[in-house]
């Protein structure tokens, strides 16, 4: 297979759009223009927070602090970089949270209990992450359950493993130490970068080459805008849809593969309502719950919001508790912007 | 699929031959032994009343209906169509009335989904599915971009890729629901131009339309259903618009009681007056009177639904005055329209008429429920059912109790439990939309006296029917629209389904009859 041109994922509309246009008179073109607004509209708040925050402390726009922001990120992005294909297609994954923690303990599984070397655990746990999106998308396809019940019972199935296998105690990984450079390794000399963060940036370029370049990413925007016209064209929707939730449970895998090497150990409590901060990223982002809409690019600007939001409040002081308010009323402020630009297109 | 067609022999045989079909659903038979055939680079025009079978036989030809008898015939093969992908695989193209397009998906990408040019697999080649498109394009002389996101075409535009679509799986058979619905004359005439583009000796075109002046221009010739039947074949250059409107009417109506002439007083009780919506309603004009029956008669979208809809404010006016008993009233949502005592029964029942999973007696009172209020806000249950029991034993409906939940009842009887609804709020005006679909005739008769029974009471009654004989035998007068426009107010006594029919199918593009 070779290896397309990989464009950096800032627009997904090729540039010979843009030249083409000028040839059709009929088109409405401030259309596609509104289009690119809402991705820059998601990009200037971006830049319009740093900002303020910047000015705000002093102890804010540094290379320290910046690095922090992205590794706090990295996590829920990866989580909001699956979910994003699963919520452009119309369809919810509520299972991401405690799927992730689950994964985490079944590293700890295989690395520590098993003693696999450190390649196949992170291999297994990666895979293991996409089991859990199988059977969601098995369960959705096949079985018919809507997506919200289907993944919310899995959700508190993977909840519970986590603690019964785990024995609801911490694993830590004694056997395989390097684990933890997974996600903390520090790669650039002079300041602290870490790896986990080059593993989300690589991550970025994957999801959005898949969902602009590939079969998968077409089907993907295809069957959230309508699904029964994509039926009938003759796409295997069912087998798509598995193909998906299953996408995202890699990414899954991955994010518990990357929490668990962050705190250097497997800790089965927790994740509920991690899920619901990606997929308010992917919101934030522009992509549409009612599917057909949105983009890797998108998610990635409503992960950063996010997380900037929170360092920056938390710089600036503001307690805890009103952290959560102020991300609240981002989302309300970002999906009701996108409602009006929808209603007035 | 692209081997040449058989020659020689087979020349005279039909394209496309259907004989003996049938398909029914529960409490209809839409199709009752249908036979047709399309000849060899022909245009077939089929036309019919609504709920003639039209719809259904085209599904069969889609692979979405199986028949339940019947033989189908291309090139005088036997096949049997197993599902949509097979249809086009047979070379047979449909284009649906309501669009199967992504409207997220640029035109290019809709046209070829499930058929992606891929550059290595797993890969798409974008560059070369957009060439693909133009060159699709420029041999179909159409102005699309390849590239341009459907949701941001025009309906026309829509409507041409979903024709380019059809003609890009190389089709033997093309298939076309109302396909010059949404399309202004210029855009129509291009329609045209690619259909006698498509049509070659091996090719065929099924038309279906409503719209007698396009049928004399596009087809060769025209086959009429009525009741899920075929009721005849011309040739279009040899027959004419009247025999094709009474061979789709049909039945005599002499058997049917008209309304004896009522008196009506002099004061309308609801006027309404240049009513016009951004969509399609151009300067509408009537009024209702006591006692009076007033029928909607029109095609399927000629905007009989919408103009209901305007008055009780569910869509929102461009113009027009809305006077009740001569007051002008402000009616900005059915529950206004209500206050004002405007009762209107969707013709979507299941959908916005009832609740089925609640009971009888709640779907009753439902738009009443403040009078069955406390000042606390307790809701009285020993009023409700008695108001239930009441209503129930009024209407005649036939349920156990009025505990029964609604989604367990007959349509006929749901129906009633609408009706119930409204008598409960004491509307002046009732707006019926369908309100005999789907019920089954002896219930459709109890609906009749239903009605009649209410505006003996003093009710003034619009009711919009898709049913001519229906209309016909309910009226005091008859409003017959087409394309958003009233084109007559009759007298029940002047009116025809023949001069129904002619007034529902004028359409501006075509100016007068001659």
Redesign the interface.
């Known amino acids: 297979m070779t290896s397309p041109t990989v464009t950096p994922p800032t627009s997904d509309r090729s540039p010979s759009t843009t030249a083409f246009a000028a040839i059709d008179k009929g088109t409405p073109r401030f259309a596609r223009l509104r289009g690119s607004l809402q991705q820059l509209l998601a990009f200037a708040s971006l830049i319009l927070i740093v900002v303020v925050f910047s000015i705000a402390s002093p102890h804010f726009f540094t290379a320290n602090n910046l690095v922090s922001i992205l590794t706090a990120a990295t996590v829920t992005g990866v989580l909001a970089l699956g979910t994003t294909f699963v919520i452009i297609t119309g369809g919810i994954d509520l299972s991401i949270g405690t799927g992730m923690v689950l994964c985490g303990v079944m590293a700890g599984v295989f690395l520590t209990y098993l003693g696999w070397p450190l390649w196949a655990g992170v291999a297994a746990t990666i895979l293991f992450g996409g089991l859990i999106g199988l059977i969601n998308g098995v369960n959705i396809s096949v079985l018919g359950i809507p997506p919200f019940i289907a993944t919310l019972g899995m959700m508190l199935i993977a909840a519970g493993l986590s603690l019964v296998i785990s024995g609801t105690k911490p694993i830590y990984f004694n056997e395989t130490p390097e684990f933890q450079s997974i996600m903390n390794l520090s790669i650039i000399p002079g300041i602290r970068f870490p790896m986990g963060v080059a593993i989300f940036i690589v991550m970025i370029v994957v999801a959005a080459v898949l969902l602009s370049k590939t079969i998968l990413g077409r089907y993907t925007f295809s069957i959230g805008s309508n699904e029964a016209a994509t039926a009938l064209s003759g796409v295997n929707v069912r087998r798509w849809k598995i193909v998906i939730y299953t996408l995202a449970g890699l990414f899954v895998g991955l994010a518990g593969v990357l929490s668990a090497s962050r705190l250097s150990s497997a800790q089965p409590t927790g994740g509920m309502g991690l899920e619901l901060e990606a997929i308010a990223a992917v919101v934030i982002g522009g992509t549409s719950l009612q599917g057909g809409k949105g983009s890797i690019v998108g998610t990635v600007i409503g992960a950063l919001i996010m997380a900037v939001l929170t360092n920056g409040l938390r710089i600036i002081s503001v307690p805890q508790e009103w952290q959560s308010v102020a991300v609240g009323i981002v989302i309300l402020v970002a999906v009701y912007l996108d409602m009006l630009r929808r209603r007035r297109a | 699929m692209t081997d040449s067609a058989p020659s020689g022999d087979v020349a005279g045989t039909p394209l496309l031959d259907l004989t003996g079909v049938s398909k029914g659903f529960p409490g209809v038979q839409a199709l009752d032994d249908v036979s047709l055939e399309l000849r060899r680079g022909e245009v077939l025009a089929l036309v019919g009343e609504n709920g003639a079978g039209k719809s259904t036989l085209m599904k069969l030809l889609a692979g979405i209906y199986t028949p339940d008898a019947g033989v189908f015939r291309l090139n005088g093969e036997e096949i049997t169509i197993e599902g ?2 097979h249809a ?1 695989e047979l070379g047979i193209s449909i284009i649906h009335q309501e ?7 640029t035109v290019a ?1 809709n046209i070829y ?4 040019q ?7 080649d ?2 070369s599915l ?1 060439r693909r498109a133009r060159k699709l394009f420029e041999g179909l002389g159409l ?7 459907v ?4 309906v026309a ?1 829509q409507q041409m890729v979903e024709i380019a679509k059809a003609l890009s799986f190389e089709a033997k058979v093309l298939i076309m629901d109302e396909p010059t619905a949404a399309l202004n004359d210029a855009e129509v005439d291009v329609l045209f131009e690619l259909i006698g583009r498509f049509r070659r000796p091996e090719t065929g075109v099924v038309y279906i339309s409503h719209r007698m002046e396009e049928l004399t221009r596009i087809s060769d010739r025209i086959t009429v259903l009525r009741d899920g039947r075929n009721v005849g074949t011309r040739v279009t250059a040899e027959t004419d618009q009247r025999e094709v409107i009474s061979l789709m009417v049909g039945r005599e109506i002499s058997g049917e009681q008209r309304p004896a002439a009522r008196p009506i007083d002099g004061a309308p009780v609801l006027s309404v007056e240049h009513l016009s919506t951004r969509s399609l309603l151009r300067d509408v004009g009537f009024e209702v009177h006591a006692g009076e029956i007033l029928g909607f008669a029109g095609l399927m979208g000629a905007g009989r639904t919408e103009v209901a809809r305007a008055i009780v404010g569910a869509d929102p006016r461009e113009s027009g005055e809305i006077r009740m008993h001569g007051k002008a009233v402000s009616i900005g949502n059915p529950a206004e329209a209500s206050r004002h005592g405007i009762g209107y029964l969707s013709e979507d029942r299941k959908h916005l008429g009832v609740l089925l999973e609640r009971s009888v007696r709640e779907n009753i009172v439902l738009s009443a429920l403040r009078d069955y209020t406390s000042a606390l806000g307790f809701v009285n249950d020993a009023r409700i059912e008695a108001t239930g029991r009441d209503y129930i034993e009024r209407l005649r409906i036939k349920t156990p109790s009025s505990a029964q939940l609604v989604q367990n009842l007959s349509g006929g009887n749901q129906q009633k439990v609408v009706i119930a609804k409204w008598l409960a709020k004491d509307c002046d005006v009732l707006i019926f939309d369908e309100p005999t679909r789907g019920i089954d005739v002896g219930a459709k008769e109890e609906i009749y006296a239903l009605l009649k029974g209410l505006a003996e009471q003093g009710k003034a009654i619009i009711m919009i029917s898709s049913e001519l004989p229906e209309v016909l035998r309910l009226s005091d007068r008859i409003a017959v629209m087409a394309e958003g426009r009233l084109t007559a107010i009759l007298d029940n006594a002047d009116a025809t389904q023949e001069n129904l029919m002619d007034y529902a199918t004028r359409f501006s593009s075509e100016g007068t009859i001659a």
């Open positions: 949509p992908k086009q669009f199967n397009l992504m409207p997220d998906l990408q989904i499930g058929r992606e891929r550059a290595a697999g797993f890969f798409l974008e560059r957009n102005a699309l971009d390849p590239t341009e996101r949701e941001n075409l025009t535009k």
